[in-house]
């Protein structure tokens, strides 16, 4: 009999916490070496994503599509994707923003044969800047953008401003410094390039990485879940050991 109370409450609580668990769906990039399909563990980001998760007791199955797509995923009503991510912060009234997963160095890839010279983000409208399709910046760059003050070149990937900085089109480009490193290391289309372009020596700012749940009763859910998880990890042990 003791036997068999004992099974019982082990069988009770296995089927506790398989009713407990959910799978939380996210939408990303392959943005590397952030998040990728074909990176080691999917990407910085979302090991530290899936380790908060793990840490609530549910698992994150993460899906990879262009930017743009990502986000429009993410913010339809009854989607599976209850938010994207790696994003920077933004005003929004579709979407809810987790708290910081850990921080990226935004800066400008320039040509090693002229480097440019700026004091602050106003004097980049003297020279021919790259931005990526829906992409944020900084909110003051993003706001001269949207003013006029700033009439960049728009591009749907990191990769063809890097090509553009090299071969002269363009004079920068706003770029992650771990982005571009990743990429002149391991995209072959870059070869040529590598020798020609570096970061700017002065960075735009250190910018925060977050998830972007949706704003509704779902997004909120999982964004508390998430915040909660993310107090159970180091966070900066996980991206240090993906940025490598």
């Known amino acids: ?32 070496p952030y998040s990728g399909k074909s990176l080691a563990d999917q990407g910085a980001s979302v090991v530290v994503a899936k380790a908060a998760f793990k840490a609530m007791g549910h698992e994150l199955v993460v899906d990879f599509f262009p930017w743009s797509r990502a986000v429009k995923l993410a913010s339809e009503s009854g989607s ?4 994207y991510f790696p994003e920077y912060l933004y005003e929004s009234n579709e979407f809810t923003f987790s708290a910081s997963m ?17 004091s ?11 931005v ?22 728009t591009v749907t990937s990191d990769e063809i401003n890097v090509q553009k900085v090299a071969g002269g089109r363009i004079d920068i480009a706003v770029i992650d410094a771990n982005v571009l ?12 390039a590598k020798e020609k372009v570096q970061m700017n020596t002065k960075l735009l700012t250190n ?8 704003n509704d009763a779902d997004g909120k859910k999982w964004q508390a879940i998430y915040n909660e998880g993310l107090g159970k990890i180091d966070i900066n042990a996980l991206m240090s050991a993906h940025l490598k």
């Open 1 to 32: 009999m003791k036997l068999n109370y004992a099974l019982i409450g082990l069988m009770l609580a296995f089927t506790g916490s398989s009713v407990n668990a959910e799978t939380v769906h996210l939408s990303s990039l392959d943005w590397a």
């Open 80 to 83: 599976k994707y209850a938010g």
């Open 102 to 118: 850990g921080q990226g160095p935004l800066g400008l890839v320039e040509n090693k044969s002229s480097p440019i010279t700026w």
């Open 120 to 130: 602050q983000v106003a004097d980049l409208a003297n020279f021919k800047l790259g």
């Open 132 to 153: 990526v399709q829906d992409y944020v910046n900084t909110e003051e760059l993003d706001a001269l953008i949207a003013s006029g003050s700033i009439k960049p070149q």
């Open 181 to 192: 490193s990743y990429m002149l290391a391991n995209n072959n289309k870059l070869a040529s």
């Open 207 to 214: 910018k925060d990485l977050y998830i972007a749940f949706r």
